[in-house]
């Protein structure tokens, strides 16, 4: 008798719960929305993520507070995202970079696959090889030219290792009969200040963060990593008509929730996204920024970062990159 009341008992709770997310679903959202963007402010997600968050919360109705959270390829960000409450409350700006660290790193302190819903995929960005602009190289050739002059003497600046400005670098050099060493930063601005400070001598970086330099002067872009030319830097030529068919590197942003977040407020936050990045003005403000808008739907997005997993494997392999 015992046993069947604790039965009947586990049911009326389990009821309980699923009424409770119901209600939860339907008030949502009550207050403040906080978005971790694990990357420093003035980076690409950074920018992406200040844009979309306030049209998104005019829809909403409530303030969606962006949280710089840098640090160790973006790992730093994803875990405290990965733990916090299922509540529809955290959201982290997942993407590339979260999938890749998944074999970068033997610890990265969270699980791209089992710690998170992946809500929706909303852009995606080229990389380009920059330069200071009194650095004396005005071409890819150029550069690869001074490489081999130099051999072991030449520094490169990323996002951090692992990120696919390191990852792009290194599909880019692997012709090359000798090797830069890599610098990381903490993300792609500080990777960008240490060209036009002389710190380095190249970095490969996210078109949307890099181009304002570029078309300033300050910065000289000398290819993107992308199979066409970036529309904001249409004069850059792509690696691939360099005659390198295998440097190629797009970069995938998109907004994810921890695991056990409601469906419905899934939902939610889907269609609250979708309806921003239909709206003409917010596209444009995306595309000046050197991005492309790519809505995904959670379960397009989610196979696309399981598809990074795997390449960032295979790409590893092939560099001889073991992880850190």
């Keep these: 008798m015992k046993r069947i009341m604790k039965k009947i008992a586990a049911v009326f709770f389990a009821i309980a719960l699923t009424g409770f997310s119901w209600a939860q679903a339907a008030e949502y959202p009550s207050h403040a929305i906080k978005w971790i963007v694990p990357y420093l402010a003035g980076t690409g997600p950074d920018m992406v993520a200040r844009l979309v968050a306030a049209e998104m919360a005019k829809i909403l109705k409530e303030p969606i507070v962006i949280e710089n959270r840098g640090g160790v390829g973006g790992n730093i960000g994803a875990q405290q995202a990965a733990k916090a409450p299922a509540d529809g409350y955290t959201w982290v700006?997942?993407?590339?970079?979260?999938?890749?660290?998944?074999?970068?790193?033997?610890?990265?302190?969270?699980?791209?696959?089992?710690?998170?819903?992946?809500?929706?995929?909303?852009?995606?960005?080229?990389?380009?090889?920059?330069?200071?602009?009194?650095?004396?190289?005005?071409?890819?050739?150029?550069?690869?030219?001074?490489?081999?002059?130099?051999?072991?003497?030449?520094?490169?600046?990323?996002?951090?290792?692992?990120?696919?400005?390191?990852?792009?670098?290194?599909?880019?050099?692997?012709?090359?009969?000798?090797?830069?060493?890599?610098?990381?930063?903490?993300?792609?601005?500080?990777?960008?200040?240490?060209?036009?400070?002389?710190?380095?001598?190249?970095?490969?970086?996210?078109?949307?963060?890099?181009?304002?330099?570029?078309?300033?002067?300050?910065?000289?872009a000398l290819a993107v990593l992308s199979n066409e030319r970036n529309p904001v830097l249409p004069a850059v030529p792509t690696l691939l008509e360099k005659g390198f068919p295998d440097a190629l590197m797009v970069s995938s942003g998109g907004i994810s929730v921890p695991k056990g977040t409601p469906m419905e407020i899934v939902d939610t936050i889907q269609e609250t996204l979708f309806t921003v990045l239909q709206d003409a003005s917010v596209k444009a403000q995306l595309e000046q920024l050197g991005l492309t808008v790519v809505p995904r739907k959670s379960a397009a997005y989610t196979e696309l970062l399981k598809g990074e997993i795997g390449k960032t494997a295979h790409l590893m392999k092939m560099m001889g990159l073991t992880p850190l």
């Design 93 to 220: 700006y997942s993407g590339s970079p979260m999938a890749t660290n998944m074999r970068m790193y033997r610890k990265p302190g969270f699980d791209v696959e089992k710690d998170f819903v992946h809500v929706a995929g909303m852009t995606q960005s080229d990389s380009t090889i920059v330069v200071n602009a009194n650095a004396g190289i005005s071409s890819i050739e150029d550069l690869y030219a001074r490489l081999r002059a130099k051999p072991g003497q030449l520094t490169y600046a990323s996002g951090g290792i692992g990120t696919p400005a390191h990852m792009g670098a290194e599909l880019a050099l692997k012709d090359i009969e000798t090797k830069p060493l890599h610098i990381p930063y903490k993300g792609a601005s500080e990777s960008l200040n240490a060209v036009m400070g002389n710190q380095v001598d190249f970095a490969v970086i996210l078109v949307s963060v890099a181009q304002a330099q570029v078309k300033s002067g300050k910065i000289k």
